[in-house]
């Protein structure tokens, strides 16, 4: 039987996920950029280095996911992310939890009361899991 993480956990475990994320942008992203250009440079509206931000934060939760279905705060909480049927995350899950979910989130600034649907749904599952027929679970 599946025990599912509940909202608190998994909140202290993306705040740790968001300390990787910013630091790795910090030592990395961060000094490049002010080293070899003296004006941000930008496309449109959007600057180079709020792009590579976002990727970054995007391919960190991407791929930590798929490949060990679990990131850097889910495994300090000892918390996994699993398909509803229980095989293996392929590519498609990972993209429309981690990708098109956050998305959704972050459409609007109320939009991230939807994570509040963790706390009340039965299998704790956010609208990010049920898009995405996954649950984040505590590892066996």
């Known amino acids: ?13 993306y705040l740790i ?5 910013v630091s790795i942008s ?5 000094p ?40 850097l705060g889910k495994m300090v909480f000892g918390l996994k992310v699993e398909r509803t049927d229980e095989q293996r995350l392929i590519w498609k ?6 990708v098109a979910g956050r998305i959704i989130h972050r459409v609007l600034w109320i939009t991230n009361l939807l994570y509040v649907v963790v706390a009340v749904h039965p ?3 956010g ?8 649950r984040v679970v505590l590892e066996r």
């Open 1 to 13: 039987m599946r025990t599912y993480a509940g909202f608190w956990l998994r909140l202290w475990a």
């Open 17 to 21: 996920d968001l300390l990787v994320v």
């Open 26 to 30: 910090s030592i990395i992203i961060h």
């Open 32 to 71: 490049l950029f002010a080293f070899l250009f003296t004006t941000e440079p930008a496309i449109g509206v959007f600057t180079i280095q709020g792009m590579l931000l976002a990727l970054s934060y995007y391919v960190y939760f991407v791929v930590m996911t798929k490949v060990w279905q679990q990131t």
């Open 93 to 98: 899950d990972v993209f429309i939890r981690e």
């Open 123 to 125: 299998e704790k599952a």
């Open 127 to 134: 609208v990010h899991d049920l898009l995405s027929d996954t």
